[in-house]
């Protein structure tokens, strides 16, 4: 734990089903919970880059649809809506505590072509004190462009960053080596030094 205790540049990933109820709508003293205590780190120091999911679920809530969309075109309408709400929220919840929020929405071509320069977008956002809140762009994402999951964005956005450490937060008490949902023999890892490709993959 030590890492993260030490850590001044963080990077901290919350999941969809950490921030919403099963209906879709937002668990809002779940939210309010963490700004809380990102704000309080902000206070002692460090910086935060957060990486949220929730956009497509809270779209499809907030939308009234019976069941979060399986085709392309719903996800992307879905995530336009629920995008909106979440950093509604999240800017609403930090102007509180008195931070500033920024939204960057990303697709892995963005990040992969370094003429985009999307790192420096970071780097300057965290250099002028805002918290930079990173979700990936569901609403123009398609399979050749997208990350797939935010676990992997966020591992990304760690390494671009160059964090001191990456936190997940979600409903998995840990990282494995596979699904543990889907796989039985999936091991956890109890400590990432490097994040490499395999990693990653
Ligand atoms: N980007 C997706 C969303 O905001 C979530 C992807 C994930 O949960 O890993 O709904």
């Given at each position: 734990m030590?890492?993260v ?7 901290v990933k919350v999941g969809t089903s950490t ?11 779940r ?120 676990d ?14 990456l936190v997940l937060l979600t409903d998995i008490d840990g990282l494995y080596d596979a699904d543990p949902h889907q796989s039985p023999d999936a091991h956890p890892i109890p400590e990432v ?9």
């Amino acid at each position: 734990m030590s890492a993260v205790a030490d850590a001044k540049r963080l990077v901290v990933k919350v999941g969809t089903s950490t921030l919403t109820y099963e209906n879709g709508r937002l668990n809002l003293r779940r939210i309010e919970s963490l700004v809380k205590v990102l704000s309080d780190l902000k206070n002692a120091g460090r910086e935060i880059v957060l990486v949220t999911s929730g956009a497509i679920g809270v779209g499809a809530g907030h939308l009234g649809l019976k069941e979060r969309p399986r085709d392309i075109g719903g996800k992307q309408a879905a995530a336009a809506v629920g995008q909106c709400e979440l950093m509604y929220t999240y800017d609403k919840q930090f102007s509180e505590y008195g931070h500033v929020t920024a939204q960057v929405l990303l697709t892995r071509d963005v990040v992969e072509d370094d003429r985009r320069k999307v790192v420096n977008t970071l780097c300057r956002l965290l250099e002028y004190g805002a918290v930079p809140i990173i979700n990936e762009n569901d609403t123009v994402a398609t399979e050749e462009i997208e990350f797939g999951d935010n676990d992997t964005l966020s591992a990304l956005v760690a390494e671009l960053v160059g964090a001191d450490a990456l936190v997940l937060l979600t409903d998995i008490d840990g990282l494995y080596d596979a699904d543990p949902h889907q796989s039985p023999d999936a091991h956890p890892i109890p400590e990432v030094r490097i994040i490499d490709q395999n990693l990653l993959k």
